[in-house]
C-alpha cells in the first residue's frame, strides 16, 4: 500500500526549531524528487522545498524559508526530513509531503508558531 505518513509538529515558540518526518512506504523515495508543501490557514498550498533525485542531493527552497529550512533524506529508512530553524509565525501551517506521482496524501502534521 502506497503511504506518505508526516510526523514531528508542534506547538513552538518563534525562532524556535523544528524536525519534520515524512516516512514512506509502497515506493522508494529516492526514485522521485520529493517536495515539502504547506498549507496556511485560510490559504491554499505552498511550495516550501524540493529534494532532487540526482547523486549530488539538490535542493531548493522558497526564499521565504532559505537560510532557515534544510531538506534532507534518509534512504535506508525511505523517509524525507524538513529541519525548520529560526520559525517565524508565517510558518504556521499544515506541512506535507509529496512526491512528483500521484499518491495519496498524507495526513500532514500541524506546526504553529507562536509569536
Known amino acids: 500500500e502506497v503511504q506518505l505518513v508526516e510526523s514531528g509538529g508542534g506547538l513552538v515558540q518563534a525562532g524556535g526549531s523544528l524536525r519534520l518526518s515524512c516516512a514512506a512506504s509502497g515506493f522508494t523515495l529516492s526514485s522521485y524528487p520529493m517536495s515539502w508543501v504547506r498549507q496556511a490557514p485560510g490559504k491554499g498550498l505552498e511550495w516550501v522545498s524540493a529534494?532532487?533525485?540526482?547523486?549530488?542531493?539538490?535542493?531548493h527552497y522558497v526564499d521565504s524559508v532559505k537560510g532557515r529550512f534544510t531538506v534532507s533524506r534518509d534512504n535506508s529508512k525511505n523517509t524525507l526530513y524538513l529541519q525548520m530553524n529560526g520559525l517565524k509565525s508565517e510558518d504556521t501551517a499544515v506541512y506535507y509531503c509529496?512526491?512528483?506521482?500521484?499518491?495519496?496524501w498524507g495526513q500532514g502534521t500541524q506546526v504553529t508558531v507562536s509569536s
Open positions: 509529496r512526491p512528483e506521482i500521484e499518491v495519496p
Open positions: 529534494y532532487h533525485t540526482d547523486g549530488g542531493g539538490r535542493t
